[in-house]
Structure formats: structure tokens, C-alpha cells
């Protein structure tokens, strides 16, 4: 699979099967994804991954939460803005009528959408999950290493036919995830991230993205000078 079929491929998968991954397939995706860049080479992450019986334990305990309709965890960061501005607004709008009408569930069924988003904490039945944490005292270019990273480590799984899904809705249960981790108290999740081999039967949309135009802006031509500024310029051998 060449790195455009990776790119492209990559989606949030939302339904797994319980077919095991071997350990030596995340350990060699793993270890080329320390190869992600990173700001002055600090390499910023700090990465759980948990199978098994470790696994089977916190999805028992998330689960236990979500059918008690147990308060979340305060936040520790803000995933959105409280306000979302245009284009934002819309395209966070467009993801989940796409979503959950993928799932046949209607704008106004609460019930139903909490029941699909409760999947989450199990991981959409994925064999394997990652939890990527960070020091609390890095600021936001370490954030944004964090995500270069992540996409380094999705992108290699789709090499070797996995998918993956990764979950901010993690933050919101990260007292649960300590207990069964462990982490020392310098860290604060970020995200987790279900993995696995994808369920084929299970519904899903892939959601659009914005057009180039949209996004990006080609520049090639160099601002005009004033002939005030060209004549300094060229006096002071600038």
C-alpha cells in the first residue's frame, strides 16, 4: 500500500471484529512511528497500549459508568470552542447528521444517539486500543506534535490492513482509564484510539471533505514594492 492509499483510506472506523492482532505487528507499527517529527526532537508522546485482559477490564468499567449515567470527569482541556464559527459550526453539523443518519437515528432521538455514542467505550468492539497522554507543562506546539504522531501511526496501521478510530471522548472517562494504566500524575490524556481489523457489516458514511479552494491558498506571485521601498532597498544592499 503506497502512502496515497494509506491517506485515503484512513477513515474513523466505528465497528471492529474481535480478530487479534499480533503483538509483533503493533510492536513494528510502533516503532516506525517514533520516526513522527517533532518539535526540536522532544518527541512529546507518551503512549499506553492496552489488550486483553487489561482491555476486557476498562471496557467492563466505562461500561459500568455509561449504564449508571455516572457524571463525566471534569475536562482537563476544551475539545471545541464553546461558540463554533462558520465554516466550523457547519461542517461539525454536517458530521453528525451524517453520523447517526448513517445509523438511522433521527436529529431528535437523544436515547438513540447516546446509545451509539456510548460505543465508544468499548471501543467499538476493537481488540486493541492506544491512549496517548502528555507532560502537563508542554504547551501547544507539543499538542500539535502529538497529532503528527497519531496520523503517523494510523497511516502505518493502514499497511498493515488495520483501522483504527481515534476517540477524544476518552478525556471525559480518563479517571477510569488511569485506574486500570496507572499513569504518574505528570500526565494528562489526550485521546485514545480503538484498533483493529475493521467489521465490514457495520454502517458508516465517509464524511466529505472541503474542497481545495476552500482550504488552501496558492501563493506565487511576490507583493509590488513601492519605489520608495525598491530605491532603500537597493542603497542598503538588502
Known amino acids: 500500500m503506497d502512502v496515497y492509499e494509506a491517506v485515503t483510506s484512513r477513515r474513523a472506523v466505528r465497528g471492529f471484529t474481535d480478530q487479534p492482532i499480533p503483538k509483533e505487528v503493533l510492536e513494528r507499527v510502533l516503532s516506525a512511528a517514533a520516526s513522527a517529527p517533532s518539535g526540536s526532537n522532544l518527541q512529546p508522546w507518551n503512549i499506553y497500549l492496552?489488550?486483553?485482559?487489561?482491555?476486557?477490564?476498562?471496557?467492563k468499567r466505562a461500561g459500568r459508568r455509561v449504564v449508571a449515567r455516572d457524571s463525566w470527569d471534569e475536562r482537563e482541556y476544551e475539545m471545541y470552542p464553546s461558540e463554533l464559527k462558520s465554516p466550523y459550526h457547519q461542517r461539525r453539523s454536517a458530521f453528525?447528521?451524517?453520523?447517526?443518519?448513517a445509523l438511522g437515528i433521527a436529529k431528535d432521538d437523544w436515547e438513540a444517539s447516546q446509545r451509539a455514542a456510548a460505543?465508544?467505550?468499548?471501543?467499538?468492539?476493537a481488540p486493541a486500543a492506544l491512549f496517548c497522554y502528555?507532560?502537563?507543562?508542554l504547551g501547544?506546539?507539543?499538542?500539535?506534535d502529538l497529532?503528527?504522531?497519531?496520523?503517523?501511526?494510523?497511516?502505518?496501521?493502514?499497511?498493515e490492513g488495520l483501522h483504527s478510530c481515534p476517540q477524544m471522548a476518552w478525556s471525559v472517562y480518563r479517571k477510569t482509564v488511569a485506574e486500570i494504566l496507572t499513569p504518574p500524575e505528570r500526565l494528562m490524556l489526550f485521546c485514545g484510539m480503538s484498533i483493529g481489523y475493521e467489521d465490514v457489516t457495520a454502517p458508516y458514511i465517509r464524511n466529505a471533505r472541503a474542497p481545495l479552494e476552500e482550504t488552501v491558498t496558492f501563493v506565487d506571485t511576490a507583493p509590488q514594492q513601492s519605489a520608495q521601498t525598491a530605491r532603500d532597498g537597493t542603497l542598503l544592499g538588502v
Open 50 to 59: 492496552v489488550t486483553g485482559a487489561a482491555l476486557a477490564e476498562l471496557k
Open 96 to 101: 453528525g447528521r451524517d453520523r447517526y443518519g
Open 119 to 125: 460505543a465508544n467505550w468499548d471501543c467499538f468492539g
Open 134 to 137: 502528555i507532560d502537563r507543562d
Open 140 to 144: 501547544f506546539p507539543q499538542w500539535a
Open 147 to 159: 497529532g503528527m504522531y497519531l496520523q503517523t501511526f494510523m497511516l502505518l496501521l493502514r499497511s
